[in-house]
């Protein structure tokens, strides 16, 4: 005898299959973007700190020199003796001094005791100023 009943097997067929995958990349691609995106900020972020850590280091050189020696720019404005390149990861990255006398008491006239010392290293800029009491 012959059973004309049809088996009902659960399960996923082959179209349903790769409509959930495509679903899955969809949502996924966002998501992929987005960690991307972070990691290209973070890489950004160390680069930052490793030129605000050089330009730090390149200023305290500077203050530990005794004041007479620490010439003034001539012509004021370009970079000074002082300044140097360093290697960064195989990049060389030049770090910039520049000094000027300050006018420390608001007579408009510069201070011979009081320069004014800015490290410049690839755009990032600091400042402090220098005495000779």
Same mark, same amino acid.
């Given at each position: 005898m012959h059973s004309d009943t049809i088996s009902s097997e659960s399960g996923f067929s082959l179209v349903e299959l790769l409509l959930a995958i495509v679903i899955m990349i969809i949502a996924l691609v966002p998501i992929m973007d987005s960690i991307t995106s972070s990691f290209q900020s973070t890489h950004a972020s160390e680069e930052n700190t490793i030129l605000i850590n050089l330009a730090r280091e390149k200023?305290? *050189? #500077?203050? &530990?020199?005794? /004041? #007479?020696? #620490? &010439? !003034?720019?001539? +012509? &004021?404005?370009t970079p000074t003796a002082l300044s140097d390149t360093v290697t960064v990861f195989?990049?060389? #990255? @030049?770090? *910039? !001094?520049?000094? &000027?006398?300050? =006018?420390? @008491?608001?007579?408009?006239? +510069? =201070?011979? *005791?009081?320069?004014?010392?800015? !490290?410049? !290293?690839?755009?990032? $800029? $600091?400042?402090?100023?220098?005495? *000779? /009491?």
């Open positions: 200023m305290e *050189d #500077v203050l &530990a020199m005794i /004041f #007479v020696d #620490v &010439a !003034v720019s001539s +012509p &004021a404005g195989g990049e060389t #990255v @030049n770090r *910039d !001094v520049l000094v &000027a006398l300050y =006018d420390g @008491n608001g007579d408009s006239i +510069p =201070d011979s *005791d009081l320069k004014m010392i800015t !490290v410049i !290293v690839e755009g990032i $800029q $600091q400042e402090t100023l220098m005495a *000779d /009491f």
